[in-house]
């Protein structure tokens, strides 16, 4: 019997939602589940693909080359669960799926409504997510109880709960306990926020309160009471100094995972968080600092470029060292009198360089600029997709001296297009849907850099971009110097490059920073990390 746990947010967003559903996704896995994650957005948008980053955050691709919400990205550092466009939820694509099937003729002349047809359409595809294999299916639904854009969704989830039968599907709400002046803890936002999931038709089974610290038992039994959940069934997600990948043992030391079993009627089984436990060893045991230039576009909001931020900390893990980000506006190095001034702030020179993936001209001067330091210096660099056709144009520009090289995302008339669309996607003016997108295969030469950190030839990752290495500079690139250290296996695209006669300075086409988790960091950015560390060490 497959079993659904509905994880709503109250009292107001942010709360970290997506982490405690993360949370208890790891939770169920260490105790030997098969754990499927899925998030309901309750906004328009058919996808997270035409959404700026400024607002939205950053896109997190999957496998199958979904655009989707950055706490899908959540769920892959947390989880095994297998991530595709099935597993992002969005009212977009429901009433695309309803209007497509009445204009269809589907619905047989009736009236097509919200319920039942558009929360039909939400039960079977939470319910698809599921496969042969899936134990427990953990449904976070987006935004905050009492949202007009959430009702579908929660209504969803309350025939599927009366559906499904005792202990099948189970509601996991998370709530607010503020503090306010003078250090008193108030339930009160607590019990309204339950309030409104009860006029919902939902009573929740477990109650999950972010509060500054742990709650006492007396307010446990307090907020029981007045919410009808079980006192045990209470559980505090306290603020923490130290990193959100202790979330699952917050909640495992409080019993969080032995209730939802009790609760799903699944019998208790062995528990293995060994992995956490080891990650939070290692994350206790990093002595020293790195501190990483990130030079890109979308500095101000944290969420836009999470996942490498998040790959960076897991390589730390790996590497015995905390790394720090010197986050770098690009257009601010672009116009600065020289690159000394920014990336050396103060005099103390960044110890490594990343440039992350990006759309679109502004700041890409800086970038250039960027990458030209951490070449002639023998600093760290790591080019993530745009960082890696920065790379291609830098080079060009000072090695080969072919200073009007560019992308023509940047310069359609530059005589030296050393990065441009793939001849059939040259007239493309469609945006969405038209970019290289999803998990692919790329072979690694042998003796490179990403050989070495892959130990394997053959490597699988996600794409999202439209713009390619040039094939007719592959050549004077190489006989250059600059290595091409990554192929698509039938050798027509360019994949990765790396720098000769540098420490570490490697360009990918792909986003490595999808597949990084806590417990097992992603080899590139950990060589990153180990390159920067030592580089460092030797002072
Ligand atoms: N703008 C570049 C392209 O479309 C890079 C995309 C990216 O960094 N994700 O190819």
């Known amino acids: 019997?497959?079993?659904?746990?509905?994880?709503?947010?109250?009292?107001?967003?942010?709360?970290?939602?997506?982490?405690?559903?993360?949370?208890?996704?790891a939770l169920l896995e260490g105790r030997g589940l098969t754990v499927r994650m899925v998030k309901c957005d309750?906004?328009?948008?058919?996808?997270?693909?035409?959404?700026?980053?400024?607002?939205?955050?950053?896109?997190?691709?999957?496998?199958?080359?979904?655009e989707t919400d950055l706490d899908l990205g959540n769920y892959a550092r947390f989880t095994n669960s297998s991530l595709s466009r099935e597993n992002s939820i969005t009212t977009g694509q429901v009433y695309e799926a309803v209007i497509r099937k009445?204009?269809?003729?589907?619905y047989l002349g009736r009236c097509v409504q919200v319920i039942p047809h558009i929360t039909d359409e939400i039960k079977s595809r939470i319910t698809a997510v599921a496969d042969a294999d899936t134990d427990v299916v953990i449904v976070e639904i987006g935004g905050t109880v009492g949202d007009i854009e959430s009702v579908p969704f929660l209504e969803a989830a309350r025939q599927f709960i009366h559906e499904s039968g005792e202990g099948n599907a189970l509601s996991v709400h998370l709530t607010l306990i503020p503090e306010v002046p003078g250090g008193e803890l108030?339930?009160?936002?607590?019990?309204?926020?339950?309030?409104?999931?009860?006029?919902?038709?939902?009573?929740?089974?477990?109650?999950?309160?972010?509060?500054?610290?742990?709650?006492?038992?007396?307010?446990?039994?307090?907020?029981?009471?007045?919410?009808?959940?079980?006192?045990?069934?209470?559980?505090?997600?306290?603020?923490?100094?130290?990193?959100?990948?202790?979330?699952?043992?917050?909640?495992f030391e409080q019993k969080l995972d032995q209730v939802l079993l009790r609760k799903m009627r699944v019998e208790s089984r062995h528990a293995d968080l060994k992995p956490w436990y080891t990650m939070m060893e290692k994350f206790r045991a990093r002595r020293g600092s790195v501190r990483v230039g990130i030079v890109g576009k979308y500095m101000e909001l944290h969420d836009s470029y999470k996942s490498v931020y998040e790959a960076l900390f897991h390589a730390g893990l790996a590497a015995g060292v905390e790394v720090a980000l010197a986050k770098i506006d690009s257009a601010a190095l672009e116009a600065a009198p020289d690159s000394e001034g920014v990336l050396g702030k103060g005099g103390e020179d960044v110890d490594a360089v990343l440039v992350p993936g990006g759309f679109g001209e502004r700041g890409v001067g800086g970038m250039v600029r960027a990458a030209s330091w951490a070449r002639t210096r023998g600093v760290p660099y790591f080019g993530i997709c745009l960082g890696m056709q920065i790379m291609v144009i830098?080079?060009?520009?000072?090695?080969?001296?072919?200073?009007?090289?560019?992308?023509?995302?940047?310069?359609?008339?530059?005589?030296?297009?050393?990065?441009?669309?793939?001849?059939?996607?040259?007239?493309?003016?469609?945006?969405?849907?038209?970019?290289?997108?999803?998990?692919?295969?790329?072979?690694?030469?042998?003796?490179?850099?990403?050989?070495?950190?892959?130990?394997?030839?053959?490597?699988?990752?996600?794409?999202?971009?439209?713009?390619?290495?040039?094939?007719?500079?592959?050549a004077a690139m190489t006989e250059s110097?600059?290595?091409?250290?990554?192929?698509?296996?039938?050798?027509?695209?360019?994949?990765?490059?790396?720098?000769?006669?540098?420490?570490?300075?490697?360009?990918?086409?792909?986003?490595p920073e999808f597949s990084s988790k806590p417990v097992a960091p992603h080899p590139l950015f950990r060589d990153f990390i180990i390159a920067a560390r030592d580089r460092k060490g030797k002072g």
């Open 481 to 511: 110097g600059l290595r091409i250290s990554a192929l698509t296996p039938d050798g027509a695209l360019v994949e990765a490059v790396e720098w000769p006669d540098h420490p570490w300075g490697v360009g990918v086409q792909f986003h």
């Open 42 to 66: 309750p906004y328009i948008n058919v996808d997270a693909g035409t959404m700026s980053p400024y607002q939205h955050g950053e896109v997190y691709v999957t496998d199958d080359g979904a």
């Open 186 to 251: 108030k339930t009160k936002p607590t019990q309204h926020s339950v309030k409104s999931m009860q006029q919902q038709g939902i009573q929740p089974d477990l109650l999950i309160c972010r509060a500054p610290v742990m709650l006492d038992e007396s307010t446990g039994r307090k907020i029981a009471l007045f919410t009808n959940v079980e006192p045990d069934a209470v559980f505090t997600s306290y603020n923490i100094t130290g990193t959100i990948y202790e979330i699952p043992l917050i909640f």
């Open 102 to 106: 009445e204009r269809g003729g589907e």
């Open 1 to 25: 019997m497959k079993k659904f746990i509905f994880v709503s947010g109250g009292v107001c967003s942010s709360l970290g939602k997506g982490v405690a559903a993360s949370a208890i996704g």
């Open 394 to 474: 830098e080079w060009a520009r000072e090695v080969l001296g072919w200073k009007d090289a560019d992308s023509t995302e940047f310069c359609q008339e530059t005589g030296h297009p050393v990065v441009s669309l793939l001849a059939e996607q040259l007239d493309v003016t469609d945006f969405g849907g038209t970019m290289r997108l999803g998990r692919s295969e790329s072979a690694a030469a042998p003796d490179t850099l990403v050989f070495a950190a892959y130990k394997e030839a053959r490597l699988f990752e996600r794409h999202r971009h439209r713009y390619e290495f040039s094939n007719k500079y592959r």
